[in-house]
């Protein structure tokens, strides 16, 4: 596992004993492969999953009459999500840097977007920037956490993956297109066509227990795309914000909102990679290496 906290080391050579004597084939051995990569998804969901769970309980439980406002509440219940994860060895010092930066960049959208009507969020408390509660940068700072963990987790590898400059010139215009759509043409389509072209060619390899499975990255970028667009749903019918469909009483999220995460995605895979550089499959590498070498000894006999 790479870059594994402590914590984490510690359950690794845990499970590791526990499946050292596990079954290389047959059924048993792919339900305990499904039962790793589910684990490891829900580790690496921890964050996000925590907030969601207090944002649901904020709006089942939490008193409408209470002196500390509701949005503070949930700031505050974000911010020692945070510490938890640091203190008990959850997340890297590292790893903050980047979830730092996802709430910066969030936060910047969501005063904006706010701002021009896109959304809004109740109008009480006092921690909170404008019309923006402070606990709205924690859910974009779950995705970078997720993008974090996943990466490590699953020790990802990628082939033919494409140059970080240019993906970086790519995000930087979706990031561009969120503000300058109110106000000129909307560009999403074009852009959504530019990560096609870019990522198409891209393989992702994720080590599981035993196996690597290798999948296209675009089918998982549009993966995480509709789990993030669910976890939206549940959020907007716990009341933590409102679309302005939603004024008049709750309904599922506009499907036209996958099209906007999927683009956020990008951004946060841009954010990652400038941290974490995509690698080349080191068994790929290894490979690669033994077969110069027989090219070598071929050349000289």
């Known amino acids: 596992m790479q870059r594994a906290t402590s914590l984490e080391r510690r359950v690794d050579g845990i499970a590791h004993r526990l499946l050292r004597d596990a079954p290389a084939d047959g059924i048993r051995a792919g339900l305990i492969e499904f039962a790793v990569f589910v684990l490891k998804q829900a ?6 999953a925590a907030l969601l769970v207090v944002i649901v309980a904020a709006r089942l439980w939490y008193p409408d009459d209470a002196a500390l406002a509701r949005n503070d509440a949930l700031t505050i219940a974000a911010v020692l999500i945070q510490v938890a994860m640091l203190v008990f060895r959850l997340e890297s010092g590292r790893e903050l840097w980047v979830i730092v930066l996802f709430h910066i960049t969030g936060t910047v959208m ?3 977007k706010t701002d021009v009507g896109s959304w809004a969020y109740a109008a009480d408390g006092f921690l909170r920037i404008g019309g923006v509660p ?5 859910m974009y700072a779950a995705v970078g956490s997720y993008m974090v963990r996943v990466y490590r987790l699953f020790d990802l590898g990628f082939t033919r993956y494409p140059r970080r400059w240019i993906t970086a010139v790519l995000a930087a215009a979706i ?16 852009l959504l066509a530019g990560v096609v072209v870019l990522w198409l060619p891209t393989v992702m390899h ?8 290798r999948l296209p990255l675009l089918v ?19 009341g933590a ?4 469909d939603q004024a008049e009483g709750w309904q599922p999220v506009s499907l036209s909102k996958l099209s906007s995460w999927f683009l956020l995605m990008i951004i946060s895979v841009v954010l990652v990679a400038w941290v ?7 068994a790929l590498l290894r490979d690669d290496a033994a077969t110069a070498r027989r090219r070598l000894d071929a050349e000289s006999v």
């Open 276 to 282: 974490y550089p995509p690698q080349v499959p080191a």
């Open 43 to 48: 580790w690496a969901c921890i964050f996000g």
């Open 175 to 190: 990031y561009v297109n969120f503000f300058a759509h109110h106000w000129w043409w909307d560009a999403r389509w074009v």
């Open 110 to 112: 969501e005063l904006f």
């Open 134 to 138: 402070l606990f709205s940068g924690f």
């Open 241 to 244: 914000w409102a679309y302005p």
């Open 220 to 238: 998982v970028f549009a993966g995480v795309a509709v789990f993030i667009y669910l976890a939206e749903n549940i959020g907007t019918w716990a």
């Open 206 to 213: 994720a080590r599981i227990w035993r196996r690597t499975i």
